[in-house]
């Protein structure tokens, strides 16, 4: 079955980091790259950026530089969401999401979401 | 950065056509996916490439795009198409994504 599992929900102060897993099955983990979305409570959807499974190589978005580093064990096959740093703010559901094919292709297989709650 | 908007809400009668724009520079030259979410679940892809469906996705569904619009169109609205729906656009400039605003559309 083809699929995305991620880690569960987090509790976490502020300051402290965190680390969100998106386990892949059912698919060749390195041939589509997988990008990486947040969602605040009752906002919409921001699109972080994205890591090609390949060659590990990670593109951010606008404001997603810096305290946020995607990266992989292909090994088995999943990617990961570190945090740093972590501030009030961060309250989200992290999602990770497939690409549909190429990069540009949009995503058509999506994780069930991480929900990271940060307070004090 | 690019800008993409929504209209934050559509309203349509069950059996009509609800139409829900996406709005940005030139959108009509770039690429456009666009994904349904419903409370509490992660979205759903109902169109690619502007126009095409996923399979499983209903033909009620259909996207286009035109200047600085793209629309999405879904005919027959039942109850079931409730949900807020978002535009994702491709700037092949950045190599980078945005999502719109996002619209939700409610089923009178």
């Known amino acids: 079955q083809v699929q995305l599992v991620q880690s569960g929900s987090e509790l976490k102060k502020p300051g402290a980091s965190v680390k969100v897993s998106c386990k892949a099955s059912g698919y060749i983990f390195t041939t589509y790259a997988m990008n990486w979305v947040r969602q605040a409570p009752g906002q919409g959807l921001e699109w972080m950026g994205w890591i090609n499974t390949n060659t590990g190589n990670p593109t951010y978005a606008q404001g997603f530089t810096g305290r946020f580093v995607f990266s992989l064990d292909t090994s088995v096959t999943t990617a990961y969401l570190q945090i740093s740093s972590l501030k009030a703010e961060d309250t989200a559901i992290y999602y990770c999401?497939?690409?549909?094919?190429?990069?540009?292709?949009?995503?058509?297989?999506w994780g069930q979401g991480t929900l990271v709650t940060v307070s004090s | 950065s690019y800008v993409v908007t929504q209209p934050p809400s559509v309203s349509v009668a069950p059996g009509k056509t609800a139409r829900i724009t996406c709005g940005g520079n030139?959108?009509?030259?770039?690429?456009v996916h666009w994904y349904q979410q419903k409370p509490g679940q992660a979205p759903v892809l109902v169109i690619y490439y502007d126009s095409d469906r996923p399979s499983g996705i209903p033909e009620r569904f259909s996207g286009s795009t035109s200047g600085n619009t793209a629309t999405l169109t879904i005919s027959r609205v039942g109850a079931g198409d409730e949900a807020d729906y978002y535009c994702?656009?491709?700037?092949?400039?950045?190599?980078?994504?945005?999502f719109g605003t996002g619209t939700k559309v409610t089923v009178l």
């Open positions: 030139d959108i009509g030259s770039k690429t």
């Open positions: 994702q656009v491709w700037d092949i400039n950045s190599e980078h994504f945005v």
């Open positions: 999401a497939r690409a549909n094919g190429p990069i540009s292709s949009g995503v058509n297989l």
